[in-house]
């Protein structure tokens, strides 16, 4: 049995959150490790390569970051977020970036299921909540994406640098105000709160990949990254890089 | 088969003596790992400005596929001399032509004798990758 790391860092603010998890890809670290976590305030992030002006909800929002994942803008709230870091040639993530979606995928799909929410890969549906124009991850899918009731409820992207993996992902509990068009949790399951989804989680990545979790805080130097790097985040010359 | 006339390396990177300078690009294994056939899913590459002076190992650029971000790597230490800018316009071409048309830059490089003893020709990066594949 593999024994990974177990961080939960719940109401975090949004250039923490990013710094935080470029901690996670960066330093060197003796076992992978799954972040759950949400955000608060809630926050919009751009992904590393979009281009701010093709995101319209920028403007609109109080507060933005910018991921060192690609893929759409997420407006982070009312939803969990789960970080993964590890080697790239983990068993999970060996071979081509598609089928460690699917892998990921499917366990979160496990976890779903434990509400009664029927997420499957989008394959060649067309989705109603497509909208490609604003720049929003979940108004633009691909047949990787977790959906259901056709609307994708899953968004995630990964980062490869150092021989190394950071994998984002976001799993929407409702629609938020600038993310109107997802998938809901809680249509099928009320209530349901980022806690219990992030112990379902837990279990289906215990249940799935036999992985024995031990729940512990960030390191020092994890924090201390964190910390120096938030405000890079969230700055304008990151934010407007391109 | 892949061309036999240049080196490979463990993170799929090539590298051609081309005069007195050296061409770079990524492998078709490379290309295939992000973006699994369809070559609709490379969605942007960066790549440096000519004069720039990279150490080996050096990260000198990054390339977006539809659901990663991956850093590009120089195996040659030396200074950038040229950069394929169609590449930047038009990533299909590394999925067509990763060996020739799609090489991604020109460094001069450092010392002379560039290649490395991990630097394998194409019939051991052959074999390297028919074991990645298997794994």
Not at chain 1, 138 to 151: A, I, Q, Y
Not at chain 2, 6 to 24: A, C, F, Q
Request: net charge negative.
């Amino acid at each position: 049995m593999e024994t990974w790391r177990l961080l939960r860092t719940f109401d975090g603010p949004a250039g923490w959150n990013m710094g935080l998890d470029e901690a996670l890809l960066l330093l060197p670290a003796e076992r992978p490790t799954l972040r759950l976590y949400t955000w608060d305030p809630p926050a919009l992030s751009l992904g590393y390569f979009q281009r701010a002006a093709d995101v319209p909800a920028l403007a609109r929002v109080p507060r933005a970051v910018r991921r060192l994942t690609g893929g759409g803008a997420i407006h982070h709230a009312e939803e969990l977020t789960f970080s993964i870091a590890l080697p790239a040639d983990h068993p999970l993530y060996a071979g081509p970036v598609r089928e460690s979606y699917l892998r990921i995928h499917a366990t979160i799909a496990r976890a779903l299921e434990g509400l009664g929410v029927p997420a499957s890969p989008r394959g060649d549906r067309p989705l109603a909540s497509d909208r490609p124009s604003g720049g929003m991850c979940f108004e633009d899918s691909c047949e990787l994406d977790l959906v259901w009731g056709d609307r994708k409820g899953v968004g995630s992207a990964q980062r490869r640098t150092g021989g190394r993996i950071l994998h984002h992902g976001s799993i929407k509990l409702s629609p938020s105000e600038f993310d109107t068009q997802v998938a809901s949790i809680r249509s099928r399951a009320p209530g349901t709160t980022p806690e219990q989804l992030a112990d379902l989680l837990r279990l289906a990545f215990e249940k799935e990949h036999g992985i024995e979790f031990t729940e512990e805080s960030p390191g020092p130097e994890e924090l201390s990254h964190a910390e120096e790097r938030a405000p890079h985040f969230t700055s304008d010359a990151f934010l407007r890089r391109r | 088969m892949r061309p036999d006339d240049r080196k490979y390396t463990k993170t799929h990177e090539w590298v051609k003596r081309s005069g007195d300078n050296v061409l770079i690009g990524i492998t078709d294994f490379a290309v295939q790992e992000l973006c699994s056939g369809n070559e609709g899913d490379l969605v942007y590459c960066d790549l440096p400005e000519p004069g720039r002076v990279l150490e080996a190992g050096e990260t000198f650029g990054e390339i977006e596929s539809v659901k990663a971000v991956a850093d590009l790597n120089t195996p040659v230490a030396g200074t950038v001399a040229e950069v394929n800018v169609a590449i930047e316009e038009h990533l299909e071409i590394l999925s067509k032509d990763p060996f020739q048309e799609g090489w991604m830059l020109k460094i001069t490089p450092k010392t002379k004798n560039f290649e490395t003893d991990d630097m394998m020709d194409a019939a051991a990066y052959e074999e390297f990758v028919a074991s990645a594949e298997t794994h």
